[in-house]
């Protein structure tokens, strides 16, 4: 999946044939021209210039539509079953109109029930529909009217939440996802803007760690900078956890592989490290944070910390068996 276009499918538990199904892409390149000298510039001349991006263009959703029943109406055909769809009123929606959507229903091979809209805030295009088989109507309703009272497809407080096992975080909504690693017992997820890096690193089995390492050693083994050079304090975090917490320059060596990473951009280049490593006895983890930042963004780091969230709200480390340990 990417940020400008992707497709997600996630199946119902158990034996139900119903799935969600959702598509997203970027409006603003859906009817592509030859490209000229003034379209290539006029971006870099608007970001310089601090312009509004132009009015993007309104999307024939219709017609979206139609093209996807034609593919539909293919099934329906070799299944020997008629298909039949319809398609609502166009109807503007969203806290201040950003939304133009249409709802829609088909019934076929099978049976779904969607929503297609274009968004002018973001310049998306999305497709939202739940699909079964024909006996599943109830169960496609009630999904659906769920579904579509609760999807975004901007943020709307300039952070985009990321979320993943028991791991939830929100990150400036400029910020782009570079690196993941999903191990078993082991999360790590890099974002970059520019020359800046939040780094966040999750482990699991923190009890069996910790009978080896201290938790200022552990952070150490697995972070490229010395910890030894950088001032150090204790704080609490907003869910009771003790942080410790290191921040200073950053060190010459790596400053000189942040410059060759941004290739040539000096944008938000980083000369500070901020850090901190916590043990969250309710989980059995251990949370890493990790920011590069430039000057203008010295609250980064306590941002990211007080939006991550290492635990459910009312967990109880009780619920772990007598091993300690927990499913990854």
Request: charged share 30%; glycine share 8%.
């Given at each position: ?121 973001c310049r998306r295009i999305v497709v939202a529909q739940v699909v079964g088989m024909p006996k599943d109507g109830g169960a496609i309703a009630a999904i659906a009217s769920q579904l579509f009272a609760s999807i975004q497809d901007h943020s709307v407080d300039g952070y985009d939440l990321w979320a993943l096992y028991d791991l939830k ?160």
């Open positions: 999946m990417e940020r400008e276009s992707g497709y997600l499918r996630v199946d119902a538990p158990g034996n139900s044939a119903v799935t969600v199904q959702i598509r997203w892409s970027d409006g603003s390149k859906q009817t592509p021209a030859s490209p000229t000298l003034y379209s290539l510039v006029a971006p870099t001349v608007r970001q310089w210039l601090k312009r509004p991006e132009p009015a993007l263009a309104q999307a024939d959703l219709k017609s979206n539509l139609e093209k996807m029943f034609q593919e539909s109406a293919k099934q329906a055909r070799k299944a020997k079953t008629t298909f039949e769809s319809s398609i609502k009123p166009e109807k503007r929606e969203g806290p201040n109109g950003e939304r133009t959507a249409m709802n829609f229903s088909w019934t076929g091979a099978g049976r779904g029930q969607g929503k297609i809209w274009q968004c002018s805030h975080v929100e990150i400036p909504d400029d910020f782009r996802l570079q690196e993941q690693k999903l191990l078993s017992g082991y999360l790590s997820l890099t974002f970059g803007r520019h020359g800046e890096r939040i780094i966040l690193d999750r482990w699991g089995l923190a009890n069996m760690t910790l009978k080896k390492f201290k938790l200022e050693d552990w952070f150490q083994n697995n972070i490229s900078v010395n910890l030894k050079r950088m001032k150090t304090d204790e704080i609490e975090s907003d869910q009771g956890h003790a942080i410790s917490h290191y921040s200073g320059g950053i060190p010459p060596l790596l400053l000189a592989r942040l410059l060759r990473d941004t290739v040539g951009s000096m944008r938000r280049f980083p000369t500070r490290f901020e850090g901190g490593v916590w043990h969250c006895t309710e989980s059995n983890k251990i949370f890493a944070l990790q920011t590069l930042r430039s000057k203008k963004s010295e609250t980064l780091w306590q941002d990211i910390a007080n939006r991550c969230e290492c635990h459910a709200p009312g967990s109880d480390s009780e619920k772990q068996d007598k091993s300690g340990q927990r499913d990854e």
